[in-house]
């Protein structure tokens, strides 16, 4: 990778340069931080809907565990899941400590409550507006799930983009199960940390403005998506 | 009946691993080393060379020593290759590798601002070094981490017969990179190892002032893990890397590494 | 069209529904009741009185989305196929013949059949152009007919309407009254609140007077609309019932 002194130049060098060591670090961190919210995004969405949907005895515990946990620091998660996976953790044997699954763990661990209370909310306000017509019709509480989950498609898209931005900036745990292993486990924001610790500072920065323009390009992709649809569908 | 969830469990993490995330070579070892050697480019002109001859990649995870010798304990790196030579006999000691052998000495360094208030430039010895920094308080940054240059760093006060406290000596709990950072940023005292120093792009007002004294060399080490305690590790592959380390060919590799026109590894296994 | 009149049930099996000393409180205060009232046979029954008098409480108790705090709400020989169409129409965020395909799903119709059976339904309601609108973009008057063709498709043995017309222009009520009289010719059973004596005076083969929670009276029509039993409906159609 080249360094200027300036932190843009630097950042579209690399871009315009096509560096293939940058190409990699960034098809990496997209696929661990996509795979990671889309495995988060399968369970927490039902889960989600299904804590709208239905009272139970220890939902409100839950509801607030999955609250506080939106905040839980990356390291925790990241410290945590390196004690599951290391080899003298319970589940060690499965030598996955230091790859990119591990590293899709921590994310999922990281971004699931957020999916999952963002989606309880956005499902909540959906249901009371279209309870007694889904009633009315007929309509069981488990067909509500799927129903629901579908007419809230646009928002609950902002909902997982969240979770993306949330995977994909984080440094602590994917750092701590990762190991930052060059070419197998180096993301955009561990190399971040590491050209930052080698003092290569407009590097790292120009790396952060690669990070930052993938982030917004979803975004922006995932909003005008969203928003055209919602336009179209009132 | 206890067999199903981990058979189920053991599913879900291969799908996982399945989705083209890990990556395909099975000749691989986990290297636990320390961010110095990382950071000065030494792994990038070394493990190449060793690949080619045996096809076995290294993947290199860079930490502090401390967390080094975690890693190894609990079994997640296959070989070892750290600076605190106590730390590494100990580690011997209590079993946890078969064997260790000296492969190569940096030395550590002392940085500070450009007009050295402390005056340690011409100190007759790193002991006078350290004691002159203490007498006049200069801003001292200390790594805090209970890395091998943190715990070097405490030998050398103690040596120096200086207890280091008070605000002056500031306890960062940071890698030898980002120290160096924030010792530029407040025009501060700091050791350095002279690899990580040499890489290091954003100097500011730091310069090296202190070197040379035989108190200052840093033993590197290379470990064997002990193979009955972690059965699963790859000891074949990485007895192959400990032993090119120790060989004619890895110690040339090693002290054909410059940095800026300077060597700053030298080799000595061979010197045993 | 097949369709025009309900299959199994003549007109005179739809089964009665009872209000049996109901009552409705919310946090202390009576909103409804105690109240006793029969809606029976195949008629028209319109539910009128002033704001707060009960009657979309009454409806919803009818309809079984809410459960009386006191009393019985019963079918004389079990619940029949029923339907609501409220005052703003809950519509889903998909194309008009996605609502109502939606609808036959849920009624279990075989997945071949719904799209037949729902494109007639909007031909029926005069929607057929719109079929592929997202129903939340059309006006209030075609969203109200969308509602009413998806309680259609459900063949529904009784209809109940919250004010279906509030809140639309003369054409569109225009439309839902013939609807409503539609489902009527069908055999339908319908139950259907207002605020409007001259729609009641068009639609009602009963008519239902609440005030202030309480039953006023319950009788038909013809006889309403000449002389009210009550003091309380002769003041409402005198416009004076006030609340």
């Known amino acids: 990778m080249t360094t200027s002194d300036n932190p843009f130049t630097t950042a579209l060098a690399l871009i315009a340069g096509m560096d293939p060591v940058l190409l990699g670090i960034v098809a990496l961190s997209l696929q661990v931080s996509l795979t990671a919210v889309l495995i988060a995004s399968l369970l927490a969405l039902p889960l989600g809907a299904a804590l709208a949907l239905w009272r139970f005895p220890g939902r409100g515990v839950i509801i607030v565990t999955l609250n506080a946990l939106m905040g839980l620091p990356p390291v925790v998660a990241g410290l945590t899941v390196y004690l599951l996976l290391s080899r003298a953790g319970p589940l060690g044997q499965f030598g996955l400590l230091f790859t990119p699954t591990a590293m899709v763990i921590a994310q999922v661990i990281l971004i699931l409550p957020i999916i999952a209370a963002l989606t309880r909310q956005q499902i909540e306000e959906l249901h009371g507006e279209y309870h007694d017509q889904l009633r009315s019709l007929g309509v069981s509480r488990p067909r509500m799930m799927p129903t629901l989950l579908w007419d809230a498609r646009f928002s609950l898209l902002t909902v997982v983009l969240a979770g993306f931005g949330r995977a994909s900036a984080e440094v602590g745990a994917v750092m701590i199960v990762g190991g930052n292993i060059d070419g197998v486990t180096r993301v955009m924001t561990t190399a971040i940390v590491l050209e930052t610790s080698k003092g290569n500072l407009p590097l790292a920065l120009g790396l952060g403005l690669v990070l930052l323009g993938l982030v917004l390009l979803v975004n922006a992709v995932a909003h005008l998506v969203g928003e055209t649809a919602r336009r179209r569908l009132g | ?272 | 069209m097949n369709d025009l009149r309900l299959p199994a049930t003549a007109a005179s099996e739809i089964p009665p529904l009872t209000f049996e000393a109901v009552a409705v409180s919310h946090r202390g205060q009576r909103l409804l009741g105690p109240l006793d009232l029969r809606l029976a046979g195949c008629r028209r029954t319109l539910v009128m009185g002033p704001n707060g008098a009960g009657k979309s409480l009454l409806l919803r108790l009818a309809h079984g989305l809410l459960a009386p705090g006191a009393g019985r709400v019963r079918w004389e020989g079990g619940a029949p196929r029923q339907a609501m169409v409220f005052q703003r129409p809950v519509l889903l965020r998909r194309t008009a013949l996605e609502n109502l395909t939606y609808a036959l799903a849920v009624d279990g119709t075989p997945r071949g059949q719904r799209r037949p059976r729902a494109r007639e339904a909007l031909e029926r309601f005069g929607l057929a152009a719109l079929e592929k609108r997202p129903a939340r973009v059309l006006s209030g008057g075609e969203q109200q007919r969308l509602a009413l063709a998806r309680a259609w498709l459900t063949r529904p043995e009784a209809l109940f309407l919250d004010e279906p017309t509030a809140a639309l222009d003369p054409a569109a009520i225009r439309a839902v009254e013939a609807a409503v009289l539609d489902f009527h010719r069908r055999g339908t059973r319908v139950v259907m609140t207002t605020h409007d004596l001259n729609q009641a005076r068009r639609l009602a083969d009963d008519v239902v007077l609440l005030f202030g929670g309480r039953l006023i009276e319950h009788t038909p029509a013809e006889r309403f609309f000449a002389q009210p039993r009550t003091p309380e409906g002769q003041a409402f159609l005198r416009g004076e019932l006030v609340w």
């Open chain 2, 1 to 272: 009946m206890s067999q199903r969830p981990s058979a189920t469990l053991a599913l879900a993490l291969a799908a996982l691993s399945g989705a083209g995330l890990s990556q395909a070579d099975d000749d691989y070892i986990v290297l636990a080393s320390t961010t110095s050697t990382e950071a000065s480019g030494l792994f990038d002109a070394i493990i190449p060379r060793f690949t080619e001859k045996t096809g076995i990649s290294v993947r290199v995870v860079a930490v502090g020593t401390g967390q080094a010798f975690e890693i190894a304990r609990r079994g997640d790196a296959d070989s070892l290759l750290v600076h605190d030579t106590d730390g590494e006999e100990t580690f011997v000691a209590e079993g946890y590798a078969a064997e260790r052998a000296d492969v190569m000495v940096n030395d550590f360094v002392i940085i500070g601002p450009d007009g050295d208030p402390a005056g340690i430039a011409d100190a007759e010895s790193v002991a006078e070094a350290m004691r002159r920094i203490a007498e006049v308080e200069a801003p001292f940054a200390s790594r805090g981490d209970d890395s091998g240059t943190h715990r070097a760093e405490q030998r050398l006060w103690e040596a120096a017969g200086v207890e280091p406290g008070g605000a002056w000596y500031r306890e960062l709990g940071s890698g030898m990179g980002p120290t160096l950072n924030t010792a530029a940023g407040m025009d501060a005292y700091v050791i350095s190892d002279r690899a990580t120093w040499v890489a290091f792009a954003n100097p500011q007002n730091l310069t090296l002032l202190f070197a040379g004294d035989e108190a200052l060399f840093n033993q590197y080490g290379s470990l064997l893990i002990d193979s009955a305690r972690h059965p699963h590790l790859r000891h074949d592959l990485a007895q192959q890397w400990h032993r090119w380390l120790l060989s004619a060919e890895g110690q040339r590799a090693i002290a054909e590494f410059e940095m800026k026109g300077q060597p700053l590894f030298f080799p000595n296994a061979l010197a045993d």
